[in-house]
């Protein structure tokens, strides 16, 4: 019988605690049955030896399962850290067929020669019995998620119509803002005066001087207010505008993006746009988009309800020519062939 190896040190040395009294108990047991005496002297020797160093290998094996258990540790942190940085891939059976969300699993195994190196996404749910979908292929599943990028791609049309928004937006907030210094400006000059002339009128000494040093009290507190408010004011706006550019330029065409980058960088982008990719099939079945993407997706559909006939209320729920919503795969008898392995490399 294969038992599952130790996750804790306590897990551990309890393991080994249970095998040493184990063997010790059988050699107690053997010794107090009447055949035992009847065994010749040579083999009751050769037995209590025989007990007696499996009972110290075990003990000496205490630092190995040690540093087995380190080495569970740290498999298990890197399966965490795969999870974090890959964990937008889900399950599109369960999604579709029990409304649930479960995570797909990536599993790397080698041919049967040695000589080649197969990779698989399976559902969670297979090792808990609870999901029936089939392995699927790394390379189909990557090369349907690149095709899927195509569906999120904003038009050209809408992306120069929000760049001309931007740049009115952005022409007005321009000139609000060097309104809004020209005013502070002007506070700030009328105050100014309002001083000067207050100190004129304080070298009288017939004047109520209390009354105009309350005023210059007031003066104050009113110049620090207005001096604030102009540190606020920001009249270069370019370095925004070139952010809004950049992301448009992305989102203009993010399937060639996704298409050109390497692995690692293609992280990223599956992190930054979705939240769940639905897998079933080697297809991708659905997907859950973040914000902001959703609402722009959804902004460009409503723009381009009024120029297509359909209806703007229900045009603003997926993306353009899109629907997000989890669908049946069209190859959904499909299986990739071979049988993997049980090595499990990372989560996804």
Known sequence: MIEQPPFTLKAAYKQRERWVFGAMQALAHIRQQPDWMRLSRKDRWHINVIIRLRVLTYALGFPVSL?????????????????????????????LEQHVNRRMILMRTTGRHGTADYGYFFCRGVQDHVCGAPYSSIDRVEDA???????????????????????AALDDQVAAQQLLRKNLEDQLAQLATKEDNLLDLAADSSLPQERIRQRLREIACDRQRVTEQLSQVHGDLSSGRALLDAHLNLLENPYELYLHASEATRRKPNQAIFAHVYVAHDEVVG??????????????????????????????????????????????????????????????
């Open 67 to 95: 540093l087995a258990l380190g080495s569970n540790v740290v498999v298990l942190l890197i399966l965490a850290a795969e999870a974090v940085r890959e964990g937008s891939i889900w399950c599109g059976q369960c999604r």
């Open 145 to 167: 998620i690149a095709e899927h990028y195509k569906t999120i791609r904003l038009s050209p049309a809408f992306v120069a119509a929000v760049r001309d928004h931007i740049e």
């Open 287 to 348: 997907d859950d988009i973040r914000s902001p993407l959703r609402e722009l997706l959804a902004a460009e559909r409503g723009w381009e309800a009024p120029h297509s006939g359909r209806n703007a209320r229900d045009s603003t729920q997926y993306g353009p020519g899109r629907d997000s919503a989890p669908h049946r795969p069209r190859n959904a008898k499909s299986r990739p062939e071979g049988r993997p392995g049980q090595t499990t490399e990372s989560l996804a």
